[in-house]
């Protein structure tokens, strides 16, 4: 990574907080594959964040060594790509701490997930979820991150990492590179299949969404039990065929086709078999996904070993940054 300075730095992080989705592959982690050949990217497992909400301890454990092997196994190279735990670099928190003394609570109070999971949790509105973000910048700004791939959920998020970045550079010329957002150009929003206008979201209940680890029968039942609607037109329209247009826009993102044109081939059958080719298409793109990720759950120790010597190496790069912000806000150098 080191050797190759004229590449830009892309980094993004993945909470280790559950099933990782169909949701997540699609609008996630099939375009960092494609963006791994032309950046020299950093894939972070973000434990810390994940305690913003309670987790249980073993859940959390085997959360994280799971998500790291599904990172490898949807293809992302381990030599080639930074794939390490959050909290294995201890600059992560370090930094948050400067970047918290350099971000407005007004600011913090703005974002809407702020204000979405403080009202889902109100018995544990805690201090780490309001300063969130700030952890989240200090992901970003560690690396000099050029681009930062983020689903419409985290644009808020970014945008506040750039107006930190900005308002620091402004007072320390020179400290951060200001990351630019990457929103795939398909950037297809994968809905819940119980509840088609919401996202589909690893918290909500099993059946409203696939799991990328999902066995081929569960991913047939769960498209089964799809809510679409009463008419029978196979049609692409968000607004008033929520269900429908979702299959549909599932079926497109891994055709690699527009959900229009998704219709127009399934013109005249009827939902049944709608959702049959969504399952088919699902299990066929995940299946060998699932595959390597068996292989390497059976070895533990391999999986452990790049933890350990990327963590080692992101540790270099983030020391890197976290020296130039001390040195530059004055704090006394030895
Ligand atoms: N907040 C992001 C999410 O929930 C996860 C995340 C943490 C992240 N740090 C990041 C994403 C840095 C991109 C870059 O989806």
């Not at 050949?37 to 309670?54: G, I, N, P, S, W």
């Not at 971000?103 to 018995?123: C, I, N, P, V, W």
């Not at 119980?194 to 047939?220: C, F, G, N, Q």
């Not at 709608?274 to 068996?294: H, N, T």
Request: aromatic share 8%.
């Amino acid at each position: 990574m080191e050797a190759s300075e004229a590449r830009k730095t892309l980094f993004s992080g993945i909470q280790p907080s559950g099933s990782i989705t169909l949701g997540n592959y699609i609008g996630a982690l099939r375009n960092f594959v494609l963006l791994s050949e032309q950046y020299d990217c950093l894939f972070c497992v973000v434990d810390l964040h994940a305690l913003t909400v309670r987790q249980d301890p073993a859940a959390l454990r085997r959360n994280t060594l799971s998500l790291a092997a599904l990172y490898i196994a949807a293809g992302l190279d381990p030599e080639k790509n930074l794939i390490y735990c959050q909290s294995h670099v201890p600059e992560h928190a370090e930094l948050a701490w400067i970047l918290n003394c350099f971000t407005y609570m007004g600011e913090l109070s703005r974002m809407t997930q702020f204000k979405d999971k403080s009202a889902r949790h109100q018995d544990n509105i805690n201090a780490g979820l309001f300063t969130y973000p700030s952890l989240m910048a200090a992901d970003i700004l560690l690396y000099q991150t050029h681009l930062v791939p983020v689903g419409a959920d985290q644009k808020q998020h970014l945008e506040l990492t750039r107006d930190i970045a900005t308002r620091m550079n402004g007072l320390y010329p020179g400290l951060f590179v200001v990351p630019e957002p990457y929103i795939p150009k398909t950037s297809a929003r994968i809905m819940s299949l119980s509840e088609p206008t919401r996202k589909m979201s690893k918290s909500d209940a099993e059946d409203s969404y696939i799991a990328v680890l999902d066995p081929p029968d569960v991913i047939r039942r769960k498209f089964r039990r799809a809510v679409t609607d009463s008419e029978t037109e196979i049609r692409f329209d968000p607004e008033n065929k929520p269900g429908v247009s979702n299959l549909l826009s599932i079926l497109a993102a891994l055709d690699a086709i527009t959900p229009e044109e998704e219709a127009a081939k399934l013109q005249g059958l009827q939902y049944g078999a709608l959702k049959e080719a969504a399952s088919e298409a699902v299990i066929a793109a995940l299946s060998p996904i699932q595959e390597r990720y068996q292989a390497l759950m059976g070895d533990k120790q391999y999986i452990q070993d790049i933890l350990k010597a990327n963590a080692e190496r992101a540790h270099y790069l983030a020391q890197k940054t976290l020296r130039k912000v001390y040195k530059k806000l004055g704090l006394y150098q030895l």
